[in-house]
């Protein structure tokens, strides 16, 4: 599949958005690059995942994970982590994907600028698949277990996210560790939990972000990312006791 | 996560800027090479403390180099060690790069025997202890930004009525010429007409790595090992010289020359099977 990839000066347009929805983006030159990319295949799958219930939600990033692994990960990474890859592969081939499954995007060009031309950062719901879809194909071979790893990465997105967000965490084994480490003690509901019993701790601490937050303070002089689990392991039931009650927890280290 | 300056620490730190080691620093040279599925870093460093290198060899230290650019990357290196391959699937070099080494106490470690740190620590050095996982010295950091390496500053297009063949490969004194009858059989006007000469481009190819292959003052017998080769001066070998040597290929045989085409030209065949492809489907 070609793909022509757009020129700058797209985003937050709002002749664009009007192009885009009468259809009439591709045969306008001025707004793409002489450059033309390639790719084997280019399998729908959703991309954003805001405002439906936790079921939905889950279902449809586990659709995302399957179908980003399976499809779009062979590529040279400058293709699948660039931000004008993404969106001129959406604006292009995935109009009437898009138009049928985010309706609200006819709405307004804030819906639009929202859901179809968002930055490729960590709050971008492509970003989180693509780069949890690599780290867990990376690291696991066998399907149902990957499958199994997807669900903790949703069940744990506030952890997710806030590891993929700092440049110091966003390392495929560290993220894996952690989220293994917080599958098998089954820590997830914990780690979400709202701190009410400390009034220092600024808007909306968490258990789970309190944790990071110990590993970024403590970051180099223990070197986190680099340990291998069970030295991760230790740590961060140290840093979790700061937090809560360890021993009350019953889990076994 | 890579240092650029020197953030503090409560105990002395091998770097290239700070004091605390007399000794000297931890110095860091990184040469990238690449085909067309890999990139490969070749790493030379130094780590100028006998303290530092000791802990090293019994593994009471780990040396990591570190890959920073979407992500981080870690790899843990052996002594021996010298260069790290990572898929392109896995990295992009086309925005900015660092790469840095660093060395992470494996068990707490006491400087008593440390005699390479500056007067100052040296008075306490029996009550400095460095716990498990502390970082010990970083080096340098290496930045890369893009690669460099383009296959088609090779070739040159010409037109050529009076041509007793549709097409004819020429090897240039610095290009691989190809020369067509006429402007369609470039396929002109057409989508994707440069992708669809990318045949042409692979009998450039083989044509010039033929003659390279058989040249005797390369190699014999229709096989060279580059590693001993000169830079050519025929300007076109050199350049040829100069693509393999980047994209990791030691040696040419007549008989290999299709696998050496796929490492150095960039996916020219499937390219242009894709543009084939999209041409049916749009039904033209």
Known sequence: ?253 | MIYKKDANFPYPVLTNTSNSYESGGFTLNVDLKENTDTYRFDIEYEVESAFLEQLLARKQAQLFLIIQSKDNKFFRLQPDERAIEIAKSRLSINTRTSIQMSIQATTDISFRDNEDINDFYREFKDDIIVPKHALLGFSNTVIFEGSSTKPFDLFERKIDATLKSDIKVELGSETIVIHYKNEDLQFAGMPMSGTLNNPYIYMGLQKALHRFATNPDYGDDGHVYLDDVELPTDQLDAKLYRLMKAKMVYELDVDSLDEVIYKISDRVIEKYATAVKGLEASGD
């Open chain 1, 1 to 253: 599949m070609e793909i022509k990839l757009l020129s700058k000066g797209y985003k937050k347009n709002e002749q664009f958005y009007q192009d885009f929805l009468n259809d009439t983006i591709e045969s306008n030159d001025d707004y793409f690059t002489d450059e033309t990319v390639y790719i084997k295949e280019a399998p729908d799958f959703p991309i954003y995942m805001a405002k439906r219930s936790e079921d939905d939600r889950k279902q449809l990033f586990l659709e995302a994970f399957e179908t980003v692994g399976n499809h779009y990960l062979d590529s040279n990474r400058e293709l699948h982590f660039d931000e004008q890859f993404w969106h001129s592969l959406l604006v292009l081939k995935k109009r009437n994907f898009l138009l049928r499954e985010y309706p609200e995007i006819k709405e307004s060009i804030s819906n639009f600028n929202n859901i179809v031309l968002k930055s490729f950062d960590w709050e971008n719901y492509i970003y989180k698949t693509v780069i949890g879809a690599e780290y867990i194909t990376d690291l696991v071979e066998d399907e149902a277990t990957r499958k199994h790893y997807y669900e903790v990465i949703v069940d744990n997105l506030d952890l997710f996210n806030y590891m993929i967000k700092y440049e110091v965490f966003r390392n495929k084994q560290f993220v894996f560790n952690i989220l293994s480490i917080v599958d098998e003690l089954g820590l997830s509901s914990l780690l979400k939990k709202k701190i009410t019993w400390r009034d220092d701790l600024g808007d909306d601490p968490r258990v789970g972000r309190q944790v990071l937050l110990e590993f970024n303070k403590s970051y180099p002089v223990v070197m986190s990312p680099m340990l291998e689990k069970d030295e991760l392991k230790e740590i961060f039931m140290e840093y979790l006791g700061y937090y809560v009650d360890v021993a009350e927890l019953g889990v076994l280290v």
